[in-house]
């Protein structure tokens, strides 16, 4: 009787922590140039009513090269990947079918502290002027709903070659329960 009182506790206990918690991702630093993540320090945290957290870790350059160097991480990165490829193959196919169930998570999505710096340039400086500005317009339209404390700024530069900088801080959150229905909705699909 005391066991059944045991798992009852814990299972009414994750209830609770899956239905409150918030998954987030805080962007201290991302540094793109050309293709080619530069820099980087992200940390990833599991937060209960959106102010305690519970579960944290942390990735900058450094760990990931870590991870990358350790000969039995490289391992199971190669059988993780063939049975995550394997899996979930039709995956991107599901997304573009599924396009109002992803704009449904997207509405879920909280964007706050968002600072987004960029430099574009093309071989003709007609096209990084017309590019510069549709960029900077569609941003503009996206993050006034999305985000709170906003500041973006897209240069256009004028080098006669095509080359792209971007940095981006943001802290991105979303409640787990959504992340748990995505998953659930598109495990559907995918083993069908």
């Not at 409150?20 to 293709?35: A, M, Q, R, Y």
């Not at 059988?79 to 995550?84: E, V, Y």
């Not at 096209?127 to 996206?142: D, Q």
């Amino acid at each position: 009787m005391v066991i059944f009182f045991v798992i009852l506790i814990l299972f009414i206990s994750s209830i609770i922590l899956i239905k409150n918690s918030t998954f987030k991702v805080d962007i201290k630093e991302l540094i793109i140039k050309n293709k080619e993540i530069e820099k980087f320090k992200i940390k990833i945290s599991l937060n209960l009513f959106n102010k305690i957290k519970w579960i944290s870790l942390g990735l900058d350059n450094n760990k990931m090269d870590e991870i990358r160097n350790g000969s039995k991480l490289k391992i199971f990165n190669k059988i993780l990947g063939k049975r995550i490829l394997k899996k979930y193959k039709n995956a991107g196919k599901i997304l573009i079918k599924d396009w109002k169930n992803q704009l449904k998570t997207f509405n879920n999505i909280k964007l706050e502290n968002v600072n987004i710096l960029s430099e574009i340039s093309t071989e003709d400086a007609a096209s990084t002027a017309v590019i510069a500005g549709v960029i900077s317009a569609i941003l503009g339209i996206i993050l006034a709903k999305k985000a709170t404390d906003i500041y973006y700024k897209i240069d256009p530069v004028y080098l006669n070659k095509n080359n792209i900088y971007i940095s981006i801080t943001c802290i991105i959150s979303i409640k787990l329960v959504h992340i748990i229905n995505i998953n659930k909705s598109l495990g559907k699909e995918v083993y069908q």
